[in-house]
């Protein structure tokens, strides 16, 4: 059974750093061809945060986090990585990993089958 389990959420104040862990189970890491983190605060939608094609090692994200957020993987590990640095009390909210077995569209969240249950981010200013 494919799961895939967040960590690394909290607390933290504005200007400071969060490194958000999804680990995948029930799978080699060739399994995934696409594997992204979004995010959804209350009351609203829930939005593509940054994506990456695990075959070339494409890597996506959305305007708002360009330049303060980095997805990586460790494919040893067969873990995805969401390095968080100068987060805003606007990036609040619940982080949620994703993943595919087929090359979707990073931001389409109906694309991807596979999903986390979410990890918490808090960020006080």
């Known amino acids: 059974q494919v799961q895939l389990v967040e960590s690394g959420g909290g607390s933290v104040q504005a200007g400071g750093s969060l490194s958000l862990s999804c680990a995948a189970t029930g799978v080699t890491y060739r399994f995934f061809r696409s594997m992204g983190w979004f995010r959804q605060a209350p009351g609203k939608e829930r939005e593509g945060v940054a994506a990456i094609y695990t075959g070339d090692g494409s890597t996506y994200y959305a305007d708002s986090v360009k330049g303060r957020f980095t997805i990586s993987r460790d494919n040893a590990k067969n873990t995805l990585y969401l390095q968080m640095n100068s987060l805003k009390p606007e990036d609040t909210a619940m982080y949620y990993c994703?993943?595919?077995?087929?090359?979707?569209?990073?931001?389409?969240?109906?694309?991807?089958?596979?999903w986390g249950q979410g990890t918490q981010v808090t960020v006080s200013s």
């Open positions: 994703a993943a595919d077995s087929r090359t979707v569209q990073p931001w389409d969240r109906a694309d991807y089958r596979f």
